[in-house]
């Protein structure tokens, strides 16, 4: 990611921020045709936003969309919701309401607006500093997906964050753990720790001053607050010249990496603007299934994966119990180096003193392939003929030339280029795809404001080129 730069950007007034730029592909051509998307939402059902790149827009639908825009805003501001907080929490205990139905904390003037609506009483003050058991999760997969995290996750994170020597967290999309931070830190600890949290989901503007909390679209780095809420994320970063900082994320399953990884990106370079010399690179755990590791790998080189299995409170199959999985496929990937961060022992991991990481217990070392291979917590099995190791179910099929499932139907999926045909490559590194620069695997990510168009991304020239202005 290091040999794109992102130029000028324009803000659009779309509720998610900026839009992204995408390819609607077919088999066979070698570039299909552009469009512009909401960033937030992968389902038109969800935002109906929607432009072909090369589409002239009419007045009338223009401002057509701009009503739909402010129809979109949050009802109140950040200030607003805070100067409401304030009159909230000194009310008695019997006059402190929240309505389940609008997800608003009631003060007396509202009752009569919302007197049909499922009322929450005697709201307290632990009530108040844990507000994602007292919001409604966002659980639409194709949005805002949001999963929280369990308490045995918070726990390791909150211990092996401190064990590093961090004293602030920027939570990007990890509301559990930001008030797990503000809630377990010790009162006593020297210094004690501090957070940010960085969410799309405005709700949490009710609970969080802006020294805590800010509006924030991690899809295209974009902050609701404006300047303003951007210097104060600055500010946190590069407190203490830099030192003692690390970034915890936790994105929606179903978004695209790249527009991600440019966004992390982003805030690295808000860190490093001047932090301290000895400081090298920004700590980041980003936790994502461990399916996606090739694809963070390409956007992030120097980053690991980790052994350990995040579970969440609220996903059905990813958590600890009868109703999950055996094993959560979710894992963090981080810069920080595998051999300080200790998996805990009462949970079966172990220290593999080859490759000087902590590693769960069924992931056994081979000595073919001179690394713990592992990817899902099962003992996986060498295929000599595949030349790796593959999961213990998979069995190697003469007619594939590959290992797959037991009983698998030989042929039936398609393998090669979705885009040229060709069976020899993937199409994310086909020749003939013009619109990507396969050796770096990025993404070209732009905005849209009225009918211009300028990129976010763009590829670095030999002979530096002056920026366009805004």
Request: charged share 25%; hydrophobic share 30%; net charge positive.
């Amino acid at each position: 990611m290091s040999d794109w730069e992102a130029v000028t950007i324009i803000s659009l007034d779309l509720p998610s921020g900026p839009a992204l730029l995408f390819v609607k592909a077919s088999q066979g051509k070698e570039q299909g045709r552009r469009f512009y998307a909401c960033s937030a939402c992968r389902d038109r059902k969800d935002c109906r936003f929607f432009q072909w790149a090369d589409e002239k827009i009419s007045q009338a639908r223009l401002l057509a969309r701009e009503e739909y825009n402010r129809s979109c805003q949050p009802p109140m501001t950040h200030q607003q919701y805070m100067t409401r907080f304030q009159e909230f929490i000194a009310l008695p205990l019997a006059k402190r309401k929240f309505c389940r139905d609008c997800q608003q904390l009631l003060l007396e003037g509202d009752w009569q607006e919302h007197s049909g609506h499922r009322v929450l009483g005697d709201v307290a003050i632990s009530h108040l500093k844990t507000p994602s058991q007292l919001l409604r999760p966002l659980e639409n997969k194709r949005s805002n997906a949001q999963y929280l995290f369990s308490d045995r996750s918070c726990t390791f994170l909150l211990d092996t964050i401190t064990s590093l020597g961090n004293t602030r967290v920027l939570c990007v999309g990890t509301p559990r753990l930001h008030e797990w931070i503000i809630s377990k830190s010790p009162e006593n600890s020297k210094p004690k720790v501090k957070s940010l949290l960085l969410d799309i989901d405005f709700r949490y503007s009710q609970f969080y001053g802006k020294d805590e909390f800010c509006h924030y679209n991690m899809f295209n780095h974009h902050f609701f607050g404006g300047e303003a809420s951007q210097e104060i994320c600055q500010k946190f970063l590069q407190e203490d010249d830099g030192r003692g900082v690390i970034m915890v994320t936790d994105p929606p399953f179903g978004g695209l990496v790249e527009p991600l990884a440019f966004s992390f990106n982003k805030i690295r370079d808000m860190w490093k603007t001047t932090s301290a010399k000895g400081e090298h690179q920004l700590p980041i755990f980003w936790i994502f299934p461990y399916f996606f590791e090739t694809r963070i790998l390409q956007c992030f080189t120097e980053f690991s994966m980790l052994d350990y299995q995040v579970d969440y409170d609220n996903h059905t199959l990813f958590k600890h119990g009868k109703t999950g999985r055996k094993q959560s496929p979710v894992r963090i990937f981080t810069n920080v180096s595998p051999e300080s961060i200790v998996l805990p022992a009462s949970e079966g991991y172990r220290f593999c003193s080859i490759c000087k990481r902590y590693v769960s217990s069924g992931n056994r070392h081979c000595e073919i392939c001179t690394s713990c291979t592992s990817k899902d917590g099962r003992a996986w099995k060498h295929c000599h003929l595949c030349n790796r190791c593959v999961k213990p179910s998979w069995t190697h099929c003469s007619s594939c030339g590959r290992c797959a499932l037991e009983g698998h139907s030989c042929g039936s999926k398609v393998e090669g280029c979705f885009l040229c045909g060709d069976r020899d490559h993937k199409r994310s590194s086909c020749p003939r795809d013009k619109t990507q620069n396969h050796s770096k695997r990025s993404l070209k990510i732009s905005v849209k404001k009225s009918s211009r168009i300028p990129a976010v991304w763009k590829k670095k020239n030999k002979q530096k080129k002056k920026k366009p202005s805004s």
